[in-house]
């Protein structure tokens, strides 16, 4: 197997709703991304499959020199095989690989955020920066389409979030920010028992409506001129906020079950942007 059909077989593999945007990509834009997804994937299996600290900081310590090596010329994993090609083409720069490290790392270090401030920063690192790298990816021409792409990997991260509060706690893991949960009375220990409440519906309410306006935010600061080259990330903002909205009207059921949209829907909210320009 070549490293372009590993990365490739990694992100069929996920099923994760950004291979519906990667589809409509010309050939090197999507292998980039193709390859930078496998990354992202890959070092966040790290947190996500190893049960041992110790051993899951030893593998993003080993990451951490794997893109050392990668700029350096000598890539040895499959998935850095794939991606260095593309990266001085699309200005991927270590900084950019470092930072979604570092914030893998924070999912190891800590399992609480007092503040939202305190997780935007996490946001930043795990979404903000490969929106980032993903905009290039593209064909970003404009500035500005950097702001957007950060402003939308938060709304992506926040609804993620969202969708994965019970999943999340049964790792141990609780991303709303302790401030909040104290704003709307809810106890950790009830978000980790799986107990609803119309405290928790509120609380999530005010969640979503958050994330609601980080997507009106986004869209707000793309310019017009990359709006065709951007969209991919509109794919993902139509699927994402979609799943925000069905979360809501499903009252937020979200500590017993992850409700996800079908592929079928994924593929149509994705073409829709494609062949009528709208969400």
């Known amino acids: 197997m070549t490293p372009q059909q590993y990365v490739q077989q990694q992100a069929l593999a996920s099923g994760s709703s950004f291979y519906y945007a990667f589809l409509f990509l010309p050939r090197p834009r999507r292998a980039a991304i193709t390859a930078f997804y496998a990354f992202c994937r890959a070092v966040d299996d790290v947190v996500d499959e190893v049960s041992d600290a110790g051993v899951a900081q030893t593998k993003l310590a080993w990451w951490e020199g794997e893109v050392a090596r990668t700029f350096a010329g000598q890539p040895s994993h499959p998935v850095m095989q794939a991606l260095l ?34 997780l935007a920063r996490y ?10 790298v ?86 707000a600061l793309l310019p017009a001129a990359d709006r065709a080259t951007q969209k991919p990330g509109l794919m993902m903002a139509s699927i994402y906020r979609t799943l925000l909205r069905e979360i809501a009207h499903e009252n937020f059921q979200v500590l017993h079950q992850r409700i996800q949209l079908t592929p079928l829907r ?3 909210l994705a073409w829709k942007v494609q062949a009528l320009g709208r969400m």
């Open 85 to 118: 090609p593309h990266c001085s083409v699309y200005g991927i720069e270590p900084r950019h690989l470092q930072a979604v490290i570092e914030g893998c790392r924070m999912d190891l270090e800590q399992t609480r955020y007092l503040d939202f401030a305190g």
């Open 134 to 219: 993903a905009a290039r990816i593209f064909g970003q021409t404009e500035a500005r389409t950097t702001e957007y792409a950060h402003q939308l990997g938060l709304a992506l991260q926040l609804t993620n979030i969202i969708r994965d509060v019970g999943e999340d706690a049964r790792r141990g893991r609780i991303y709303l920010p302790v401030a909040e949960l104290q704003q709307f009375d809810v106890k950790a220990h009830e978000i980790l028992q799986g107990r609803y409440s119309e405290r928790f519906t509120a609380l999530m309410r005010f969640q979503a409506e958050r994330a609601e306006r980080c997507y009106a935010e986004a869209l």
């Open 123 to 132: 946001c930043h690192l795990v979404a903000g920066v490969v929106g980032e």
């Open 266 to 268: 994924k593929f149509w």
